[in-house]
């Protein structure tokens, strides 16, 4: 059943693109993805996600890409006292749009994702609560890199245990591959004795894209680090939503 919902979930987050793009604001619309390649206007802009800062992170978001852009402050306008942290769709898509992620595939993720939550009662039409992933009816997923199984929010344990293992993977010049980071997924997976879904899977390859390893052909431990502690990495790739070209 939970494979079923997956499969349904990654069929919603695609057929949801094109008709992303179609309802897109003609401020976003068409959009080619950002020129991520100056870090450094990132890190200015957005003093919050960089080394060193004190601001801290958001451990009810498990996503660690929304946790970054939380972090960023980019999410701030949406906030509530007492209130589920949700976030437009379209606000999604036009944040990711400028780190990289292009708006049709973040935003067809997105709309998965609500679609997900309006089945549980977590969301209203067109926002997503960004502090309930874990209620995404189809995309959520156990075995994740930085929460316990059935956790809600980020394991300081569990992200070190994730992190000490990918280092023990990495070369000497701290250096990983896709099949480090498939492999490290699997083996926590395998030790809480769930099955790694599609979307798992998926989660694992947007990461290894996001940090530059279609590109380069891998990626920087220290950036695994930084990301799954919602800082900006050195490097920065342009993922796609649902890439099979891995």
């Given at each position: 059943?939970?494979?079923?919902?997956?499969?349904?979930a990654l069929s919603l987050a695609v057929i949801g693109s094109p008709l992303f793009a179609q309802a897109a604001p003609d401020a976003i619309k068409g959009v080619?993805?950002?020129?991520?390649?100056d870090r450094s206007e990132l890190a200015a802009k957005y003093p919050g996600i960089e080394e060193g800062s004190?601001?801290?992170?958001d451990p009810k978001i498990l996503c660690p890409f929304h946790?970054?852009?939380?972090?960023?402050?980019?999410?701030?306008?949406?906030?509530?006292?007492?209130?589920p942290l949700t976030v437009s769709i379209i606000k999604i898509a036009s944040y990711a749009h400028e780190f990289g992620c292009k708006v049709v595939g973040c935003g067809g993720v997105a709309t998965a994702a609500s679609g997900g939550q309006l089945t549980q009662g977590a969301t209203t039409f067109g926002d997503v609560n960004v502090e309930a992933l874990h209620k995404a009816f189809g995309l959520?997923?156990?075995c994740g890199l930085t929460f316990a199984k059935g956790g809600t929010?980020?394991?300081?344990?569990?992200?070190?245990?994730?992190?000490?293992?990918?280092?023990?993977?990495?070369?000497?010049?701290?250096?990983?591959?896709?099949?480090?980071?498939?492999a490290v997924k699997e083996n926590i997976c395998a030790a809480q004795r769930v099955q790694n879904n599609p979307?798992?899977?998926?989660?694992?390859?947007?990461?290894?894209?996001f940090l530059g390893g279609k590109s380069r052909g891998y990626i920087d431990y220290a950036d695994?680090?930084?990301?799954?502690?919602?800082?900006?990495?050195?490097?920065?790739?342009e993922p796609e939503a649902f890439d099979s070209s891995f």
């Open positions: 059943m939970k494979s079923f919902l997956a499969a349904t080619p993805p950002s020129n991520v390649s004190l601001r801290p992170e946790r970054m852009l939380e972090r960023a402050g980019l999410y701030d306008s949406s906030k509530r006292d007492q209130m959520a997923h156990d929010t980020v394991s300081n344990e569990v992200r070190s245990k994730t992190l000490a293992a990918l280092s023990s993977r990495a070369t000497s010049e701290g250096h990983l591959t896709l099949q480090d980071l498939e979307v798992g899977k998926t989660e694992v390859r947007l990461i290894y894209a695994v680090e930084r990301f799954l502690h919602a800082e900006l990495p050195k490097t920065i790739g």
